[in-house]
């Protein structure tokens, strides 16, 4: 072979291979380009119209729900069951959209009717329905408030550790300081119903504390009556009728004047537990009044005297 075949088969050799490692270096960038590009573009296209079905079947879902919830609110004036009977059909519309506030806002109306009827357990299925949702989607307010209610229906039902769990790990840790009274009140009657007095007596005065904090002075009367009945009962007598005197001094005025009745009572218990005490207070007030009346007497007889020697 001569010089110049030898040159040319070395030259297309090179060629040859350099063509294909380009070939392959090309095949290579599209593959990259279409799995850097393409592949997302093609993905957020699904996801976008997946997501436009979606909003299309809730915006449908809610219409349809909307009906049902027009003649649910025109019944709940005159027959709650049928008010149910509506709110339970636009449920079921929305059955489909369980995270949406359109679905809790109307297990909380159903809850609401239910309240009414005194079907407390169906009330409470739906509150804990509402309270999940609402929590899901991100209103953790609304939640706490829906969770607190839900506490309350468990501890009338003297379901007390499942009041207690409700407001512990739910309730409080969701709801805002303007709930906060709410959960003390009612973790404070959920231990005393259970004769954990001590720690009612904690959250009693949590309760006073805040409530005087807001200037609330319903709640401070209501926390200073149940604070005397809670040291009635771990016979802090001195201490409970200190309480109930500064509860009645404040229902004085004419806005509080229908929590007169409950501090009553209270006074009426302590009074038979510690009958000493008030004993000891009536004689107190004698002493009192005869100092007082002492001067009152000496001027009388003064003035009497002066008059005889006229």
């Known amino acids: 072979m001569n010089r110049f075949s030898l040159y040319n088969l070395i030259f297309f050799f090179f060629a040859a291979t350099g063509f294909a490692s380009a070939a392959a270096d090309q095949t290579d960038t599209l593959a990259a380009t279409e799995h850097t590009y393409i592949k997302p573009l093609k993905s957020d296209y699904a996801f976008g119209l997946d997501e436009i079905a979606k909003s299309a079947a809730l915006y449908r879902a809610v219409e349809e729900a909307a009906s049902f919830k027009a003649m649910a609110d025109a019944a709940s004036q005159k027959s709650l069951s049928k008010a149910a009977d509506n709110y339970l059909k636009a449920l079921v519309k929305l059955k489909n959209f ?74 409080y840790p969701l709801c805002g300081p303007a709930d906060n009274l709410a959960c003390y009140n009612v973790l404070a009657r959920t231990y005393k119903e259970q004769n954990r007095f001590s720690e009612a007596k904690w959250y009693y005065l949590q309760a006073n504390s805040l409530s ?62 510690a009958p000493k005490l008030f004993a000891a207070r009536v004689a107190a007030v004698r002493v009192e009044e005869k100092k007082y009346d002492a001067p009152l007497q000496a001027s009388s007889v003064l003035a009497s005297k002066s008059s005889s020697d006229k």
Do not use: H, W
């Open 98 to 171: 369980r995270f949406s506030k359109q679905y809790a806002d109307m297990a909380f109306s159903l809850s609401e009717v239910y309240m009414k009827q005194k079907k407390y357990d169906d009330a409470a299925n739906y509150l804990l329905k509402c309270s999940i949702s609402y929590d899901t989607i991100g209103l953790k307010t609304v939640a706490g408030k829906t969770y607190i209610k839900l506490a309350t229906i468990k501890l009338n039902q003297k379901k007390y550790k499942e009041a207690e769990a409700l407001i512990l790990k739910k309730g």
């Open 212 to 273: 005087r904090k807001v200037q609330d002075t319903s709640n401070i009367i209501n926390s200073l009556t149940e604070l005397g009945r809670v040291k009635m009962a771990i016979k802090e007598y001195s201490l409970a009728m200190k309480d109930l005197d500064e509860a009645e001094e404040l229902a004085q005025a004419e806005a509080y004047a229908k929590l007169l009745p409950e501090i009553k009572s209270a006074q009426q218990a302590l009074q038979a537990k």
